[in-house]
């Protein structure tokens, strides 16, 4: 507020005196109205009355918001909260079990292609067949000379299979990741304000399931 000098050669009338020609004493910055003492004294006061008022309405809402905080009013709230939560720790759990059984495969898979175990146990098993009849036919003394010529052919070829490498040698295999989307693969949809109500909290996820082949083999 500041007040005009009363020498001023141009006088300003108080609004509010309106239509009774009132010297203005001085003026309001905030509402650019001139107002005489009387009014100048009203228009303060009504400043001050609105002015408790905004206080009041503040001190309203923060002793609602104790309160609430308080008495639990939450409660559906973090009810609703929690379900989302576990959904995405029931998520996390199926998505790290997935990627564990993905993997095994992957690693199993990748063993079997080099292992030479199983080539050589093949081998072995065909040679003790031939080690029974061998022995069989010594001991009965009744084979001939077909006998003699299809044991050396298979011995024989034990002999090359035995130095062959395995296919995976031949042709190594390659291995082929699928990309996951980590940035959009789980979602969460919130309604607008507009559309909210009081009872039930308006965010529903959209989880998606992790990709049941992550991996794939070519030979």
Known sequence: MTARSMSSTAKTNCRQCAPKPVTAITSCKGCSEDFCRKHFNEHRDQ???QLHAVINQH???LQGLQQQAASGTNTSRSQRANQL???VEQWKTNAIQQVMRVAKDAT????????TEIQLQELRERTRIITKELRHQEESDSFVETDIQ???KQLEEIKIDATRPLPS????PRMEFQSIPWDSIIKIHS???CTQTTNQAQATPTI???PHHLLHYYK
Do not use: C, G, V, Y
């Open 47 to 49: 400043l001050s009355n």
């Open 59 to 61: 001190d309203n809402i």
């Open 85 to 87: 939560l576990q959904q």
């Open 108 to 115: 199993d898979n990748i063993e079997r292609l080099f292992n």
């Open 150 to 152: 299809r044991w050396t």
């Open 169 to 172: 040698e031949i042709q190594p």
């Open 191 to 193: 309604a607008p304000p």
């Open 208 to 210: 998606f399931k992790p």
